[in-house]
């Protein structure tokens, strides 16, 4: 009989969550731009993945200089969006953006979906920030709440009119189901990697006119 024989089911739980953080390796990101899915370099559109919407997950993203600085993602199926970070709260730091120059908060609020590739086996995280990203994978959660299994999905797009113009939005269009429902080694769901220090504010980029 050992003492390791009485841990309490949250001890196992955790340290299995920290065995898998710890064997997590980087996966790649995929992305979506006018109408192209790609990994890196590499054109991926109308290629068929295995989404597994189970482990989606929902929270947000620090955006530097356009870089990622800090995540925050819990589990979309076990949790409500976590509240925004409170850092980087300063609106006088926060970067113009667009023809108007409103300052836009360096928080993203986003989703992010692993897949697998059905050939290959790869695995890669689809990050959705825009509002068309979302809508794509918020179609499959809804799926998932009709039909309950992992869909193969073929990475495509369609064109939307808004605002009198053409858009090309990314669509997830389901062509089958897959019955496997085991976790996927390496993926981490669950992640808080948020930046703790705020920006200062130099001299010159001190601006009155940033609009709240």
Known sequence: ??????????????IKRHAQEAQAVPLPYLKYEGGVWKIGADEVTDSLWVAATDMCAV???????????????????????????????????WKKVGAAGWASDPWRPQYSLPLRNE??????????????????IGKLLDDFVEKRRRP???????TARRNGR????PVLEITDYVDDDAPWKGVVVEKNDTITAEPKLAKNEMDDDIPF
């Open 1 to 14: 009989m050992s003492v390791f024989d009485e841990l309490d089911t949250k001890t196992i739980a955790r």
């Open 59 to 93: 929270g947000w993203t620090l955006f530097i200089d356009n870089q990622v600085a800090g995540e925050v993602f819990v589990s979309a199926f076990g949790n409500e969006r976590p509240p925004r970070p409170k850092t980087h709260t300063d609106k006088t730091l």
């Open 119 to 136: 050939t290959s086996g790869q695995i890669a995280l689809f990050k959705a920030g825009t509002a068309a990203a979302k809508a794509a």
């Open 152 to 158: 193969v999905v073929a990475l495509t797009s369609t």
């Open 166 to 169: 053409d858009e090309i939005d």
